[in-house]
């Protein structure tokens, strides 16, 4: 049995599977494991590795509660996190989302705590901080 992260971002994004592709396009995501919902539709839960890390991600389903996938361009109150080896990791992947549609909220820089930096939103509404030693 494989070891599975002490803490995992979990994301609703809707429609699932584009937001999947998204990430395996634009960061390099592997998918580790996939469950579709019974309606032959969504998607239940999807576990990805990002960057050695782990991301989890299904579709929303508000029957079973109240939730609902972020509206793109509002306002969230938290980010996802990757640590890069290479400053030019940083400017790689930032080029890489924002081709396939996200939006750059900052540009990749050389930032005073002495990181190369970047962030982007991606297309179903997530913010991602984007960090590797200069």
Not at 29 to 57: F, S, Y
Request: proline share 8%; hydrophobic share 50%; net charge negative.
């Amino acid at each position: 049995m494989s070891e599975r992260p002490k803490v995992a971002p979990y994301l609703t994004a809707s429609p699932a599977a584009a937001a999947i592709a998204f990430y395996v396009g634009a960061l390099g995501a592997r998918q580790k494991a996939l469950m579709p919902a019974l309606d032959g539709m969504r998607i239940l839960h999807c576990e990805l590795e990002i960057n050695g890390g782990a991301v989890m991600i299904s579709d929303a389903f508000p029957e079973f509660g109240a939730i609902r996938s972020p509206i793109p361009g509002e306002p969230v109150t938290m980010s996802v996190s990757l640590e890069f080896a290479a400053a030019t990791e940083v400017d790689d992947a930032f080029a890489r989302a924002t081709a396939l549609g996200a939006k750059g909220e900052s540009q990749p820089t050389n930032s005073f705590w002495g990181t190369r930096f970047a962030v982007f939103r991606d297309p179903f509404g997530h913010r991602w901080m984007l960090n590797a030693p200069l």
